[in-house]
């Protein structure tokens, strides 16, 4: 069905020589706007009343003398954006139709979510404006990555970050801020201190009084307080700021004192309020203030006149929007993932074997990788001119160059997300963890971000996480293996090499997947021989097991450096039993891809499952659970797993020892097992 026409006062931009050259022009289409938003916003409120719309709605009533000018002004070509739970006004600006919008929010069949999310969850990546996640802080990242992204591309674009005073209490603020002046990235943080963050007032927030634009000293910018009930003196503002970020590429912070007229969202009752504050509120409410103006200068009848053509062409979008069919569970599970991609061209090179040791290997994927493809570069924590701190990144700084081999700050959180933020506008970045361990910092990034990103928005986000793990005598912080605690989340691929040759294979394979994935580096198996490494036209193998050898008593499984250790088990029982063990390295723990190794369940009928992580709820109960759902019937024995204790990692080395599964506990139970 064709949208209904927007009215012709509806004009998505406003340069800042209209501004000058007709004040009464732009301040009409600031007005227009902003009426338009409210109006929307106050319709969903009752269409969430009614029961019509579902979940809850946060709507912008009273921050639209922020969020209208800062749109009208952006250039959506080139310039990126992430708004709030208050930004309607802003979505409806930078892309889309209001119909689109209010797919959204009914969660319907046309929703740009597919219905997966609500409220203002949508953004439009396509168009640079990103979606926001509930975890509030950690929506900054993405934008600076995105930011950096379009500058690199030779793009002069802006960044637009908003944050409520609630959100500025978060560390991923302070990551970002400290990120953004460290990189010099053309970004302007807004705070939207409205005085709340749900029911809690700014006092029981910060104790550094409510000048929150105080800390952009502390990072080296600029930064300055704006009252958004101005709309006027607003637009001026963020007219002569976006022009100087644009030009000066250096972050700005400001602290616009906006309004939540309508409080937290649909059913905050306001009981927390101060006597006759609600009142105070609705008293700077800038959409009478700037009516007032603008039918001063035009006249009364046609401010009537314009907010009667907005409100017909409101009510027509929702009479189409609720109309659209109830949204089909067809399609979820297959849209979790991005789409397979064709492989890359990749010059079929090194020809001859070289003896590479695992992180020699995994530096020449790197080179190989920061050769051939223009959009990629790599960062970390010590991975430039120290070159890792397993060395794995040893000369890439000399050979490659500052902007595509660079050292980030102890911010994993804020570094993940920008990282995102140049996935999704095209780049291919591979970040280093210094340790697996510090990737807990960045789990909302990692999962609740990149991971379920194609799932809601449809947009790719490419990305390698290099994750060095295992037990190697460093204790509990220096030592996990993570691989249950992400893979319980949807949308994370993973890889596991446990040879020179898969390690090169899987950094090309993981690189060239239009998915975040997760590359898990034993740290002990860094250094651990050479073997050799060249150039493998079938390196997308990794992504299915590897046959390490056949046997017919038992299947076993494993991955990572126990299938070190369970080759030479299997000679063992080999030798001193006169049994063998068909043996598989999983080598891609997520998807899962197992017929290989049920055909071998089929022929055995016995199965072991060995790994580092520990035992309860590790990786093995999956593979246990998903073969034996399969061949109960067929087996001859109860599955065997064989795991870590459900310990934290200890550090003595006979600790450790004794918490892993080592050469003798294997055989060990291997050998009661087989009774
Ligand atoms: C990190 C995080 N913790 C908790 C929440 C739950 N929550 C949603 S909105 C909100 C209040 C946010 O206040 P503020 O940042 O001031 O924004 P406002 O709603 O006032 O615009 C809270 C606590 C969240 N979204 N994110
Ligand atoms: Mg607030």
């Known amino acids: 069905m064709a949208y209904p026409t927007p009215p012709a006062c509806l004009a998505h931009n406003l340069s800042v020589a209209e501004l000058a050259a007709d004040p009464p022009a732009s301040l009409l289409r600031i007005y227009a706007w902003m009426q338009l938003a409210r109006t929307t916003d106050n319709r969903i409120l009752d269409l969430f009343r ?32 992430c708004f709030t739970q ?19 929010y009914f969660a319907n069949a046309d929703s740009p979510t597919h219905a997966r999310e609500g409220n203002v969850h949508h953004g439009d990546p396509k168009n640079r404006s990103l979606p926001m996640i509930s975890h509030l802080g950690a929506m900054l990242g993405p934008v600076l990555g995105t930011t950096d992204s379009q500058r690199r591309l030779g793009r002069p674009a802006v960044g637009f970050t908003f944050f409520g005073d609630g959100a500025s209490s ?4 302070h990551e970002a801020l400290n990120l953004a002046s460290l990189l010099s990235l053309p970004v302007i943080f807004i705070i939207e201190n409205n ?25 080296g910018m600029e930064g300055f307080a704006l009252d958004a009930t101005d709309v006027e003196a607003t637009t001026r503002t963020l007219a002569a700021t976006i022009d100087k970020v644009r030009q000066s590429s250096r972050p700005v912070l400001i602290e616009a004192h906006t309004l939540r007229l309508r409080g937290h969202a649909a059913y905050d009752t306001g009981d927390y309020l101060k006597p006759g504050e609600s009142d105070e509120f609705f008293a700077l409410d800038p959409l009478p203030k700037i009516r007032a103006r603008a039918a001063a200068l035009h006249s009364a009848a046609r401010l009537d006149a314009l907010d009667a053509e907005l409100t017909a062409f409101v009510e027509a979008c929702i009479k189409i929007s609720i109309a659209v069919p109830r949204p089909d569970p067809a399609g979820m599970e297959a849209d979790v993932f991005a789409p397979p991609a064709p492989p890359l061209p990749w010059k079929p090179g090194p020809a001859t074997p070289e003896m590479l040791n695992l992180a020699q290997a995994l530096n020449h994927g790197l080179r190989k990788i920061l050769s051939e493809r223009p959009e990629s570069f790599i960062l970390g924590q ?9 060395r794995v990144t040893e000369g890439l700084l000399k050979d490659f160059g500052r902007p595509r081999v660079f050292n980030t700050p102890l911010a994993e959180s804020a570094c993940t997300g920008y990282a995102i933020g140049l996935a999704l506008n095209g780049h291919r970045p591979i970040e280093e963890f210094q340790f697996a361990d510090f990737s807990t910092e960045a789990v909302t990034q990692i999962t609740l971000n990149a991971a379920t990103m194609h799932f809601r928005s449809g947009a790719k986000t490419p990305l390698v996480l290099r994750l060095p793990c295992g037990a190697v005598g460093l204790g509990s912080f220096h030592s996990q293996e993570l691989e249950s605690f992400f893979l319980g989340m949807p949308g994370l691929k993973a890889l596991y090499p446990s040879t020179s040759q898969d390690a090169f294979n899987a950094l090309l394979a993981a690189y060239e997947d239009d998915n975040p994935v997760l590359l898990f580096e034993h740290k002990g198996l860094y250094r651990r021989g050479r073997t050799p490494v060249a150039w493998d036209a079938n390196y997308r193998d990794v992504w299915h097991p590897r046959h390490v050898r056949a046997g017919d008593f038992a299947t076993l499984v494993t991955y990572g450096e126990m299938v070190h250790l369970a080759e030479d088990a299997a000679t063992y029982f080999a030798s001193e039993y006169e049994r063998t063990f068909d043996l598989f390295d999983l080598r891609c723990l997520a998807p899962l891809q197992l017929d290989t190794i049920e055909a071998s369940l089929a022929r055995t ?3 072991i499952v060995l790994h580092e992580g520990r035992r309860t709820h590790g990786f093995g109960a999956e593979l246990v659970a998903r073969l034996a759902e399969k061949h109960f019937f067929s087996l001859e024995a109860p599955p065997l797993r064989i795991a870590s204790l459900d310990l934290p990692v200890p550090f003595a080395p006979e600790l450790e020892h004794a918490f892993r ?15």
């Open 605 to 607: 009928h016995r199965l």
């Open 170 to 173: 978060t560390g991923d603020v």
């Open 50 to 81: 009614q029961g019509l719309i579902k979940g809850t709605v946060a709507g912008g009533q009273g921050n639209e003398g922020l969020i209208v000018p800062l749109a009208l002004l952006a250039d959506k070509a080139i310039d990126v954006t």
């Open 86 to 104: 208050r930004g309607l006004g802003g979505h409806l600006i930078w892309s889309g139709h209001l119909v689109d919008h209010l797919n959204q």
């Open 382 to 390: 010590d991975i430039a001119t120290y070159g890792g701190a397993f």
């Open 195 to 219: 005085r709340y963050a749900y029911s809690t007032p700014v006092c029981e927030q910060f104790a550094a009084g409510t000048e929150l634009w105080r800390r952009a000293a502390g990072y």
């Open 661 to 675: 599964p080592n050469r003798e506990s294997i055989i060990g139970q291997i050998t009661a097992w087989m009774g």
